[in-house]
Nanobody, 125 residues
Framework: QVQLVESGGGLVQAGGSLRLSCTAS????????MGWFRQAPGKEREFVAV?????????FYADSVKGRFTISRDNAKNTVYLQMIGLKPEDTAVYYC?????????????????WGQGTQVTVSA
């Protein structure tokens, strides 16, 4: 069982930056690939980024955030981060972190078994 708690959301102007954090309970954090997803009002939840549980910490990003967002993890702190720069109004959403139930760099939400409660990110024009 893994419990995830996100933090770091807020209101920011377009072009600004935010860093989201997600801290996990339990001793097995390092064995999970970790992902970030987001859901805007009236839209389906979409994949944002993932970092693997492999030693090379492979990452993969949605095209919409590539070059602006960076996912990283600190296994000693049981925490995964999402650094966001160059934020746009279309990045406005509730952001969720999730722990994958399969190894690698999964992008489908069905491959994630544990979810946080979400943190709101609002980008004003």
């Amino acid at each position: 069982q893994v419990q995830l708690v996100e933090s770091g959301g807020g209101l920011v102007q377009a072009g600004g930056s935010l860093r989201l954090s997600c801290t996990a309970s339990g001793r097995t954090f390092s064995t999970y690939s970790m992902g970030w997803f987001r859901q805007a009002p009236g839209k389906e939840r979409e994949f944002v980024a993932v970092i693997s549980n492999w030693s090379d910490r492979a990452t993969f990003y949605a095209d919409s955030v590539k070059g602006r967002f960076t996912i990283s993890r600190d296994n000693a702190k049981n925490t995964v981060y999402l650094q966001m720069i160059g934020l746009k109004p279309e990045d406005t959403a509730v952001y969720y972190c999730a722990a994958a139930v399969r190894a690698g760099i999964p992008t489908r939400s069905a491959n994630y078994g544990y979810w946080g409660q979400g943190t709101q990110v609002t980008v004003s024009a």
